[in-house]
């Protein structure tokens, strides 16, 4: 089946430092998606990617889908406490309303 | 925005039992929902695929039988573990997705069930 290889696994850095993670498939995707999942909680949605090449902005993070369809990164900049937690990459094959194939994720750790 | 509740946030129960799960959309219509499993420090996996109004379709290795899905409505879809086992203590989540899934109209989590058997 589809996998997603997603890194770092886990990051550790300081306050204010950019953080840069990626993700890669061996398919195809017509979407990418990136979450960030607090303790005890559902993913949230950061950033959707539609078009091949797209590269998108939500305030400090910024993502792009891969011009291959096969690979997306998301970069944070200026990173804050609050930015603690882990990130996963998402992907879905065709439409909207697919089922949402996660990487394994990226922990985020910032050091005091 | 969209929002996705999911009831009980948190159950614990003797092993043996069977306990459902319900994931709602609250202002929007979700003919397909699906549930996640998460192990602790792990990624979602996903169980099956809802849909509403037919059977759910199971991913490879998830047992239909133990993992009892129905949606029957445009809002409502319940995750049932019965006979649930210590094995089965996890965290469950369910998205959704708004009908036709339109535009950009990405999908939408519930903040998860957190299931512990003992």
């Known amino acids: 089946g589809q996998q997603l290889n997603q890194s770092p696994q886990s990051m550790f850095i300081q306050e204010g430092e950019d953080v840069s993670m990626n993700c890669t498939s061996s398919s195809i995707f017509n979407t990418w998606l990136w979450y960030k999942q607090d303790p005890g909680e559902g993913p949230v949605l950061l950033i959707a990617?539609?078009?091949?090449?797209e590269l998108t902005s939500n305030g400090r993070l910024t993502a792009q889908f891969g011009i291959t369809r096969k690979d997306s990164f998301l970069n944070i900049s200026a990173s804050i406490p609050s930015d603690v937690g882990i990130y996963f990459c998402?992907?879905?094959?065709?439409?909207?309303?697919?089922?949402?194939?996660f990487g394994k994720g990226t922990r985020l750790h910032i050091l005091p | 925005g969209a929002v996705v509740s999911q009831h009980p946030s948190r159950v614990i129960c003797k092993s043996g039992t069977s306990v459902k799960i319900e994931c709602r959309s609250l202002d929007f219509q979700a003919t397909t929902m699906f549930w996640y499993r998460q192990f602790p420090k792990q990624s979602l996996m996903l169980m099956a695929t809802s849909n509403e109004g037919s059977k759910a379709t199971y991913e490879q290795g998830v047992e239909k039988d133990k993992f009892l899905i129905n949606h029957a409505s445009l809002t409502l879809s319940t995750l049932t573990v019965t006979s649930a086992h210590p094995e089965d203590s996890s965290f469950y989540i369910c998205s959704a997705s708004p009908l036709g899934g339109a535009g950009n109209q990405p999908q939408h989590f519930g903040d998860g069930t957190r299931l512990s058997i003992l």
């Open positions: 998402a992907g879905q094959l065709m439409r909207r309303d697919d089922k949402i194939i």
């Open positions: 990617l539609y078009k091949a090449g």
